[in-house]
Antibody, heavy 125, light 111 residues
């Protein structure tokens, strides 16, 4: 069925690294932009990064720029997030989400129509 | 501080109608970017509830509806049910940040 499954989360010390993965199935992965969105404990949602279908457009939130790297392997239907120099404030559940785009009123609109269950990341000594 | 502003909480009795507001600015909702809504049931991932201001994905009951005017948007839930108790988030695009942005979320309590 159509789904996204994240993995790779865990407990890491400040300054450490983790690599998250997101396995897609049930749809043509290479047709879609993909996103990483995180949610700190008891907090709201924050867009972390997105990557275009062919990897030629990538964006990061200012809070992770220079520390996180997003990538994808369309042959393996997989999305990745390499997280380095982790900080306590990176503690969150990290969701993989599929992007949908459409044009209207001279704008391009984006929303997230498919989400994974998330993988928890805890940064603590 | 979220770019889009939502009330932290709303409540209503079963069968009632509640609305959740989402206030933006001239760089997002006011710049003609559409608003989308997500429902997050306790302990689960967010789920798309409304897209393009007022469109429901397949499977979402017509008790849920959205609207947008100026720099604000609203989610309305009619015939409130116990299973509607969840956190609700609005989302749009911000032209200054050049990224999608969320509201801080609203916790709906069914009394």
């Amino acid at each position: 069925q159509v789904q996204l499954v994240e993995s790779g989360g865990g407990l890491v010390k400040p300054g450490g690294s983790l690599r998250l993965s997101c396995a897609a199935s049930g749809f043509t992965f290479s047709d879609y932009y993909m996103n990483w969105i995180r949610q700190a404990p008891g907090k709201g949602l924050e867009c972390v990064s997105y990557i275009s279908s062919s990897s030629n457009t990538i964006n990061y939130a200012d809070s992770v720029k220079g520390r996180f790297t997003v990538s994808r392997d369309n042959a393996k239907n997989s999305l990745y997030l390499q997280m380095n120099s982790l900080r306590a404030e990176d503690t969150a559940v990290y969701y993989c989400a599929r992007d949908r785009m459409y044009d209207s009123s001279a704008n391009t609109h984006w929303y997230f129509d498919l989400w994974g269950r998330g993988t928890p990341v805890t940064v603590s000594s | 501080q979220s770019v889009l502003t939502q009330p932290p909480s709303v409540s209503g009795a079963p069968g009632q109608r509640v609305t959740i507001s989402c206030k933006g600015s001239s760089s997002n909702i006011g710049a003609a970017y559409d608003v989308h809504w997500y429902q997050q049931l306790p302990g689960t991932a967010p789920k798309l509830l409304i897209y393009g201001n007022n469109n429901r994905p397949s499977g979402v009951p017509d008790r849920f509806s959205g609207s947008k005017s100026g720099t604000s948007a609203s989610l309305a839930i009619t015939g409130l049910q116990a299973e509607d108790e969840a956190d609700y988030y609005c989302q749009s695009f911000d032209s200054s940040l050049r990224d999608s942005v969320f509201g801080g979320g609203t916790k709906l309590t069914v009394l």
